[in-house]
């Protein structure tokens, strides 16, 4: 004869909602990609990161006409790399108890922030080269 046992029942509701909540596969393939991803834009920034300390060394040492506009580039240079080095201090990988969904989340919001790192760090890494492109010109030209 059966006896109805509360404890069995309730280790038995236990362990389907555990299985109910545990991410699957693709669930963890995605959270995977996610931070791969984030991980991978990461890389290829830092991968800039001496020509970023290049183009401030040049700047400086570059006899420009304009040193107010050297030293405006100089400081947008210290800005993205600030940028960096701020989005590395603060991301944090969400433990694997955290839900898919929650982890998923996370590192859509990191993408965002390091698409906007790279967008500042292009832009003034672009914006030096072209300062010293232009001055090159007028540099080299000799004195009358």
Request: with cysteine; proline share 6%; hydrophobic share 45%.
């Amino acid at each position: 004869m059966f006896t109805f046992r509360p404890s069995l029942l309730l280790a038995a509701a236990s362990v389907a909602l555990l299985a109910a909540c545990s991410p699957g596969p693709d669930e963890q393939q995605q959270v995977a990609a996610a931070e791969q991803a984030v991980l991978a834009s990461h890389d290829t920034l830092m991968a800039r990161m001496g020509e970023l300390y290049d183009l401030r060394q040049k700047l400086q040492k570059a006899a420009l006409p304009d040193t107010a506009l050297a030293g405006r580039q100089r400081r947008n240079l210290l800005t993205a790399d600030a940028a960096m080095m701020g989005w590395m201090h603060q991301y944090r990988k969400p433990a694997d108890s955290v839900a898919t969904p929650t982890q998923l989340a996370y590192f859509a919001a990191q993408q965002l922030k390091i698409d906007s790192v790279g967008r500042l760090m292009r832009q003034n890494l672009d914006s030096a080269k072209l300062v010293l492109q232009q001055a090159a010109p007028s540099s080299n030209t000799p004195a009358q």
